[in-house]
């Protein structure tokens, strides 16, 4: 199964007869299993990566640490709910340290996500303080490296 | 002044041309051929080592290492060959490090044979031994193995071949074109022969990490084995590390010194960087080198799928990253299957006669490539099947 899962998160589009093919099982097995693990929300969703500096989008992203002051009968959870359910919000991390959450923001400009921070986190109820960083490059993302190498040529035929 | 002799020595002009060399130029000037005739990983070697490697030099290390290697190097081997090849050597004595696994063949034959001793080569292999050993100045012995038997060396194959001047039986498993792999009971017959007919076995173990239906055997961790065995591995395939130059030899001492003085003369010692980046290779490369074993293996069913299906008997290979269908059925001899191949569909595969005689109605092809490459190499293949007459 760990493998069936690596193969469609390095490739979504892989049908089930290419990767019952790949792991040498039968594709109805496969395909079963796929089902299965999509019923059981394993598998969440397939999505697509995408540069979107390469396709001219312009995309900002800020990295916010909030940090919270918990009371009694609401815990972190109850303030995440919160903060999870802005489209802006791209990732939501409960962390250890000098602060409690990181909240990863997408926006289509600075002012936008300054705003966001402004208006709809800082003044949420038991968020006490934030710290906005905004991302200047994007190297590599979730596993994917986002900056163009030169191909590596190896001799066409060798023993 | 006329010249009076030859200037290349008779027993170099006498060796045959490579089979690779000549296929070589001709997938050289096309360019945008798809190539399943590389011997070698496309991946890069893991960062972790690269990374050891620039540190090395970050550190000015270098200078000339002791001949027989690093010993932090050696020592990381021998816990290596202890868990992986379940044989215990002593690193000051019974290990050292080569430049890549190429090097410790040529000098472990130079070391044991005397002029005119046979040299055992279980065929199709790779393309360096019969040269080696004819440079060492030993008599090369083919022995033709068949598919019939997966490729494997049969004890009555060996001995049909054997006569009183045979000293070394050269083998290597996981096989270099065919795939196959030894199996235990194989091997210790394989050592048992050996044992009853004195010879040392030389054992190229180069793609050992690349196994993929249970684990390596090694010859020298069966009865007997270890005493005989010289044991030739490397870095190249597993860490995919072939630039590097890097392979080691383990055997009884008294071989390995010999080796070692050998080694000494002709090239002082092993590359200081690459010694130095292959102790991280040892110590924390497990998870990278089963993640390639992984693809490759992903690669591979496919691969054997796809050749059956167009008709190209093709056995399943256990290790190693190559795949050596049949191609009988089209009537064509190996060489002009690959010719025809490479000129109507822009395929490179390496025609089985580059490894020896007995690889005629073979072609080895290597799924050291990418998946997509594969796919689009196997669908051009199928279509030149069906128009040859597979």
């Known amino acids: 199964m760990e493998e069936i899962l690596q193969l469609l998160t390095e490739d979504a589009r892989l049908t089930a007869a290419q990767i019952a093919e790949r792991v040498g099982r039968p594709a109805a097995e496969v395909q079963e299993l796929i089902v299965k693990l999509e019923k059981d929300k394993v598998i ?32 972190f959870d109850a303030v995440a709910e919160r903060i999870m359910e802005f489209p802006e919000v791209h990732s939501l991390y409960l962390m250890s340290g000098a602060y409690d959450f990181l909240v990863v923001v997408q926006g289509k400009t600075m002012k936008e996500i300054a705003y966001f921070v402004a208006e709809k986190l800082a003044p949420l109820d038991h968020v006490v303080g934030t710290a906005t960083h905004f991302v200047l490059r994007r190297y590599k993302v979730d596993g994917d490296i986002m900056v163009d190498r030169a191909e590596v040529k190896r001799l066409p035929v060798t023993p | 002044m006329a010249r009076t002799r030859p200037r290349i020595a008779q027993r170099v002009e006498a060796l045959p041309p490579s089979g690779i060399r000549r296929f070589f130029e001709l997938v050289e000037k096309m360019p945008e051929a798809i190539s399943l005739g590389i011997g070698e990983p496309d991946f890069v070697t893991p960062w972790r080592v690269r990374e050891a490697g620039i540190y090395s030099l970050e550190r000015g290390h270098t200078h000339y290492t002791p001949n027989r290697g690093i010993r932090p190097l050696l020592e990381e081997l021998a816990h290596y060959l202890e868990r992986r090849f379940g044989v215990s050597y002593d690193p000051a004595s019974e290990l050292m490090i080569t430049v890549g696994g190429s ?12 002029p005119g001793d046979g040299v055992l080569i279980p065929q199709p292999c790779f393309v360096s031994y019969l040269p080696c050993a004819i440079l060492a ?37 996981p096989s270099n074109p065919t795939g196959a792999i030894m199996p235990r009971k194989g091997m210790e017959a394989l050592v048992r022969f050996a ?6 076995v030389m054992s190229d173990e180069i793609y050992a990490e690349l196994t993929y239906d249970g684990g390596h055997v090694s010859a020298a961790s069966v009865p007997g084995g270890r005493e005989r065995t010289i044991l030739v591995g490397g870095f190249s395939k597993a860490w995919a590390m072939t630039g590097w130059r890097l392979g080691f030899a383990a055997g009884p001492a008294e071989i390995v010194s010999a080796m070692v003085k050998v080694h000494s003369y002709a090239l002082m010692c092993s590359p200081t960087t690459a010694q130095e980046a292959a102790i991280e290779a040892l110590r924390g490369c497990d998870d990278d080198v089963a993640q390639m074993r992984r693809e490759y293996n992903q690669r591979r069913r496919v691969v054997v799928n796809r050749l059956n299906a167009m008709g190209l008997t093709c056995f399943e290979p256990k290790g190693a990253f190559y795949a050596f269908p049949s191609i009988g059925n089209t009537g064509l001899t190996s060489e002009e299957f690959a010719q ?8 490179a595969v390496v025609p089985g006669t580059a490894f020896g005689e007995c690889g005629e109605g073979f072609v080895r092809c290597s799924y050291a490539t990418s998946m997509p490459l594969i796919e689009e190499a196997m669908a051009r293949m199928a279509r030149f099947v069906a128009r040859a007459g597979g």
Do not use: M
């Not at chain 1, 999505?47 to 979107?52: A, E, G, H």
């Open chain 1, 44 to 75: 969440r969703r397939y999505k697509t990566v995408v540069d979107w500096e390469r396709a001219g989008v312009e995309h900002v992203f800020g990295f916010i640490e909030v940090r919270c002051a918990p009371q009694r009968g609401v815990g």
């Open chain 2, 103 to 114: 090097e410790a063949i040529d000098i472990a034959l130079r070391a044991v044979l005397e």
């Open chain 2, 137 to 173: 100045g030993g008599q090369a012995i083919p022995v033709c193995t068949s598919v019939e038997n997966q490729f494997q060396v049969q004890v009555e194959e060996l001995a049909r071949a054997c006569d009183k001047g045979a000293r070394v039986l050269l083998i290597s498993y």
């Open chain 2, 195 to 200: 044992e009853e007919r004195d010879l040392l």
């Open chain 2, 340 to 347: 025809r191949l490479l000129e109507e569909e822009k395929v």
